[in-house]
């Protein structure tokens, strides 16, 4: 590792603490910023003024939000604590985002898979048939199915498979836990992806990708076809097959890498919408509740976890990119 | 290009170097896109959707369709129609009305933040970090750090579910204040807010890519040039480098247009978007998005969803074939 | 590069074979479901199709349930917490299917001549779940000191639902550690003493903040014992995983018998329900409007295991009495009387519950049949609104209805917006509809701050008094109209000592007369709720209460 590069990862992560302390800052004082509180929303019909006031003093939340915010970041910062959620009352707040988000990553390491093997499949198969119709309609198509939002086809892959013709549960995850590994502990053991009932989750996150991986692999396939050494390669009559996984598609796969590493990060948030219209207990359903309910440090750690995340992603990335495209050179670029 | 900049007399010299940089390579491209049908067909569909948008108001007042509010109890439920080509919803309105009127929502969605969005925070900031450089580039690409590792969706929703309560009330200030009625009621509070955050959000990746383009032109010869022959920074920044990332300017805010519906889709569809009885495209399909509504009324969901998914069609073509023209290079 | 055309024309080729595989599938949208049936039952025999499903495998029932917010009774206080703990947990005392107060642990009580002092004997056969520890008086003592200690702090209901024990507002207030009108006689013998003469103080000790724990459970692990909670009811807690499945498990030691049904899955995780039940994934599912009418129709195979029954529920719009225009009695009947019940029911209702003819509903004690509120009637409506002081549509100020909404949803109901539409075209008024969000929504109420609104009361405990005293008498704190009449709060007051039952009730009839002229609230419905139950279960029906009930519960092969 170069001098330039060291001192340009030095500052990247200098950084960091300040933009986690801002990020935090931002989504402490706007969630309390709005009419409404936990306590106000958990109390439900039987409201009795005198009673919520003395349950928001218990819970310190008449106090000054930079001292909430003081108190908060304390706990957080000395003992790793997250908080406990409003919502479920008293419980601790990491016994339930974790749960969530390894049940989000299951289905969405799946879907990811699935698609970048059918998007890299579908690139190059239509960056070799470039100018004949195979290629456009391969691309047109997996558009088309990028086109459909989740809201509207996931209503009609459960109606049709599940309702019309009933080879997949309605429901996104399993009531009785099938495939269960034992070893992970309590909260972890259950597989739930491995199951008939995740079936269309998986199809509904996985299809509509294609189209983004499809488009990257050709271009890049039909960059590389290009160069000299792949040429080259032809000309010493090595086989088509060995042309494309040996020269064209390690070649291909570096930029591709990127793609990867950011996609990891939406493994973990989950997806709002899916999760909340096939009932798949993840991270993107718990996000959505903890803002109805205000259940504030639920929504703080759910945002801290996933900012972390991100940062310390795009930050490993950038050191990959550098093993991987040695040109890059960071001692010009300004901060 | 540069050469000729440095034989040419000052007062020409910017004019034609702009004037080469911005519309030939930008009117090439959009006359190689034109030649697409793919691209044709795509621009027209979208221009189109469009043009009911705006003209939502007008045909509602020549009875081209009906009255979107026009509630008919006695002809609820009913299916595709004659009179009622998309067949009619809950409390028996036309959802052919409806549907133009939630492509006005859209349209007015889009474009607000487009432009706040993306043509004054994306180019601006983009330009001012690039050109500039030093501690405003620092702060500018800090704050977009800040931005872009906040989980968006979540903020977005956040952000509508607080917010909302002030900005409404603040409408109503203003509008008792001025005495303009109908500023709460025309819904203009809650788009406000949902271009605003968009805005917020949506400006990081484009300010990055336009500042890494104005970065590697800054230092080109003809910027040199123009600098030393005593051409002030605005003169610099929108008369040369401006015109030279225009190119990249229209792809990523093209390609913007469609996240932008997206995203309107969600926030309405989590009911923290555009509040009823203003139709927009989240309301009429979270209505409908239950399975069991689906079983029983599934043209409810497949007029609105259908136009929708057109609309992402023809935006991914369009950017797909723009992303071909103008930025040959990525093919 | 030409080809590139294709890609369009695949596309749009794509998309409409998409569209003909779901016409063909569906038979051609919404009108043919009778066909539909058929088509079902021939081409996937099992599932969905009219026999039904088969009994569940072993002994299992399978049900949809929402996730419990938690499972320590002192601090529950939502319907959907309250559904396990009943289950799990019991009390002194009970109810029965009828709403009637009936033993639980306690197996007689008696009551003092003045009404204040309740003697219960408890049995010597309830035990603790896992430990069975038989339960004694002094196990009551220190749940009940617990539960009004947590009121200092977590509880909400502390305050509501033992406030009438002499001495618990000491407790909550922190005066004192131990409930002064709770005391353990011997180990059988438990005696409360409360305030006042109050007939509806054992069907406040049904709800769960006034059930048992196990109290070397609850010292040890005082946070989170409740996640496996030892109780005393007929099921125990086998597992609770969150958002994804509690497990209940028969109590073989049950005092009142061993449940039939030895093991209970409630499915956390959400989806459609009725596609699950007719997929055989559930054995009960609630039903929504748009599945009633077919379901109700007799060809339907989901007809014969259609069940439905009353809740003690309530839609309505509330008025701020003391908020213009409402301030005048004459535009809140106007507003009242101008809305089609009928008709709403009947169109944007599908008839699913029926037309609120008073504020205490059928099967509530005090339900008075006879009770009628102002028909619909638009031009009586707008006469009342030029009789007003506001002199007629023109003269009121900006009328604006808030709604709660927000947790998941785009649309403020087609029943309100067709009440909106019924005022402008009754009686010439605009009224603005401003859905907040939920939390907000219950920050405006608390606050006084909004002017009419929309919103369902559902009975806590089956007495008027939740209904009639609660939400209406000038000093409560839950009068959210700010409803003041002295001649209502005579009668309220009167009640509250009225030791005969049947005069009681006849108080809470009078005073609900008085609403009905006032009109501080006009209501909407009454609650009905529909459901369908697997033919070989036994046993499960609407509850119009939370009340213990799936001990009775059978599956027949």
């Known amino acids: 590792m170069d001098s330039a590069l060291a001192s340009y990862l030095l500052r990247r992560l200098l950084w960091v603490p300040p933009i986690l302390f801002i990020v935090t800052f931002v989504t402490f004082t706007l969630a309390r910023l709005g009419p409404g509180d936990p306590v106000s929303i958990a109390t439900g019909q039987f409201r009795d003024p005198e009673v919520l006031e003395r349950v928001r003093h218990a819970k310190g939340l008449d106090k000054p939000i930079h001292e909430q915010y003081y108190i908060y970041m304390k706990g957080l910062l000395t003992r790793g604590d997250l908080g406990e959620s409003y919502r479920y009352k008293g419980r601790n707040v990491k016994d339930i985002i974790f749960p969530a988000m390894y049940r989000s990553a299951q289905y969405n390491a799946v879907a990811l898979t699935i698609t970048i093997s059918c998007g890299i499949a579908l690139g190059v198969f239509a960056a070799r048939k470039q100018g004949t119709w195979s290629d456009p309609t391969a691309i047109g198509s997996a558009l088309a199915i990028q086109s459909i939002p989740t809201m509207v086809g996931v209503p009609f892959l459960l109606l049709i498979f599940a309702l019309k013709l009933g080879w997949v549960p309605a429901s996104g995850w399993p009531r009785d836990c099938n495939v269960s590994l034992g070893f992970l502990g309590g909260n972890y053991d259950c597989i739930g992806v491995l199951s008939k009932e995740a079936i269309i989750p998986v199809i509904a996150l996985a299809l509509p990708a294609i189209a983004v991986w499809g488009r990257y692999t050709r271009a890049f396939t039909l960059e590389v076809m290009k160069e000299d050494y792949v040429r080259t390669a032809r000309a010493k009559g090595i086989s088509e097959f060995q042309v494309m996984t040996q020269h064209v598609l390690r070649n291909a796969l570096l930029p591709l890498s990127t793609m990867i590493a950011f996609s990891l990060i939406g493994i973990l948030e989950g997806s709002f919408i899916l999760e909340n219209l096939t009932g798949i207990p993840g991270v993107g359903r718990l996000a959505f509740e903890s803002i109805g309910s205000r259940d504030y440090d639920l929504i703080m750690a759910i945002t801290v976890v996933g900012a972390t995340l991100f940062i310390m992603t795009s930050i490993f990335i950038d050191i990959a990119y550098t093993f991987i495209d040695p040109r890059i050179r960071y001692g010009s670029r300004s901060g | ?331 | 590069m030409k080809g590139k055309n294709a890609a369009l024309l695949a596309g749009i080729g794509g998309l409409v074979l998409l569209v003909v595989v779901f016409v063909v599938l569906l038979g051609g949208g919404g009108g043919g479901d009778s066909g539909d049936g058929g088509d079902k039952a021939s081409a996937n025999p099992t599932p969905g199709s009219g026999g039904g499903c088969d009994a569940p495998k072993g002994t299992d029932l399978r049900l949809l349930g929402p996730e419990p917010i938690d499972l320590d009774p002192a601090l529950i206080r939502d319907a959907g917490s309250a559904q396990y703990a009943v289950e799990v947990f019991s009390g002194l005392v009970q109810l029965n299917a009828d709403l009637k107060v009936v033993p639980d642990i306690a197996e007689s009580w008696t009551i003092s001549p003045d009404g204040k002092v309740y003697t219960f004997t408890l049995r010597k056969n309830a035990l603790f779940h896992v430990d069975e520890r038989a339960v004694t008086a002094d196990d009551f003592k220190f749940s009940l000191d617990r539960a009004a200690k947590l009121g200092r702090t977590l509880s909400t209901t502390a305050d509501a639902y033992l406030g009438d024990i002499v001495g618990v507002r000491d407790v909550i207030l922190g005066k004192s550690e131990s409930i002064s009108g709770v005391k353990a006689i011997n180990a059988t013998t438990l005696e409360i003493t409360i305030d006042a003469p109050k007939p509806y103080f054992l069907a406040k000790m049904t709800y769960p903040t006034a059930y048992v724990v196990e109290r070397s459970q609850v010292t040890a692990n005082p946070e989170r014992w409740w996640y496996k909670p030892k109780g005393t009811g007929p099921y125990k807690v086998r597992t609770w995983e969150i958002g994804e499945r509690i497990i209940l498990e028969a109590n073989e030691k049950y005092y009142g018998g061993a449940p039939k049904i030895k093991q209970i899955l409630f499915n956390l995780a959400g989806g459609s329900s009725l596609t699950q039940f007719e997929n055989c994934e559930i054995d009960v599912s609630g039903l929504g409007i748009d599945d009633l009418e077919r379901v109700q129709s007799a060809g339907d195979p989901l007809h014969d295991q259609y069940v439905t029954g009353p809740e003690l529920a309530l839609s309505y719009i509330g008025f701020s009495v003391k908020t213009p225009p409402f301030d005048d009695p004459k535009v809140r009947q106007a507003f009242a009387i101008s809305i089609d019940r009928d008709q709403l029911t009947r169109v944007v209702g599908k008839d699913a519950s029926p037309v609120a003819t008073s504020f205490m509903m059928p099967g509530l004690p005090g339900y008075n049949p006879n009770a009628k509120l102002p028909a619909f009637d638009p031009v009586r409506a707008k006469q009342l609104l030029q009789e007003s002081k506001y002199g007629g549509a023109s003269g009121l100020p900006k009328v604006r209805l808030t709604v709660a909404g927000g947790a998941g949803g785009a649309t403020v109901g087609a029943g309100l917006e067709a009440i909106q539409q019924m005022w402008k075209q009754n009686l010439g008024v605009d009224v603005e509809i401003n859905q907040v969000e939920t939390a907000a929504f219950y920050d405006d109420l608390d606050r006084g701050r909004v002017q009419m609104w929309s919103l369902g009361w559902i009975m806590d405990y089956p007495d008027p008094e939740d209904l009639i005293d609660l939400l209406f008498y000038s000093k409560s704190r839950q009068n959210n109209s700010g409803y003041n009449n002295p001649q209502f709060d005579a009668l309220i007051e009167k009640a509250r000592s009225e030791a005969n039952p049947e005069a009681r009730l006849k108080l809470y009839q009078d005073a609900e007369q008085i609403l009905i002229q006032d009109l501080p609230w006009m209501p909407l419905n009454f609650g009905q709720q529909h459901m369908v139950v697997n033919p070989h279960v036994k046993g499960y029906t609407v509850n119009k209460i939370i009340v213990p009930f799936l001990r009775n519960v059978t599956i027949e092969p």
Do not use: C
């Open chain 2, 1 to 331: 290009m540069a050469r000729e900049a440095a034989e040419l007399t000052p007062g020409e010299s910017i004019a034609e170097v702009s004037g080469a940089a911005s519309g030939s390579p930008t009117g090439m491209a959009i006359r190689r896109l034109l030649r697409r049908k793919v691209a044709v067909i795509s621009l027209t569909f979208i221009f189109a959707f469009y043009l009911m948008g705006l003209t939502a108001p007008l045909l509602g007042a020549t009875h081209v369709i009906q009255d979107y509010q026009h509630q008919d109890l006695d002809h609820d439920l009913e299916g595709p129609s004659w009179s009622h080509p998309f067949g009619t919803d809950r409390l028996g309105r036309d959802q052919l009305a409806r549907v133009v009127w939630a492509s006005q929502t859209t349209v007015i969605v889009t474009v607000a933040t487009l432009f706040t969005g993306g043509v004054v925070l994306a180019v601006g900031l983009g330009l001012l970090s690039g050109y500039v450089g030093g501690w405003v580039d620092t702060l500018i690409m800090r704050i977009g750090d800040v931005f872009a590792s906040l989980p968006t969706i979540l903020m977005l929703i956040l952000i509508n579910a607080t917010l909302k309560t002030q900005v409404r009330s603040i409408a109503a200030d203003v509008q008792d204040f001025t005495g303009i009625g109908g500023i709460v009621r025309s819904g203009a509070p809650d788009y406000i807010l949902i271009f605003g955050a968009l805005s917020l959000f949506g400006w990081v990746g484009g300010a990055r890519v336009i500042r890494s383009q104005i970065l590697s032109l800054r230092e080109t010869e003809f910027v040199t040039a123009a600098r030393s022959l005593g051409a002030t920074t605005p003169q610099i920044l929108f008369r040369h480098l401006l015109p030279n990332v225009s190119n990249i300017i229209i792809v990523s805010l093209s390609l913007g247009l469609a996240g932008i519906a997206g995203s309107e889709l969600v926030l309405t569809w989590f009911g923290v978007g555009i509040q009823p009885p203003r139709p927009s495209f989240g309301a009429l399909i979270f209505d409908t998005s239950s399975i069991r509504t689906l079983n029983q009324h599934a043209y409810l969901l497949l007029f609105p969803g259908g136009i929708v998914t057109g609309l992402f069609f023809a935006f991914n073509l369009l950017g797909d074939a723009m992303t071909d023209v103008f930025t040959p290079k990525a093919r």
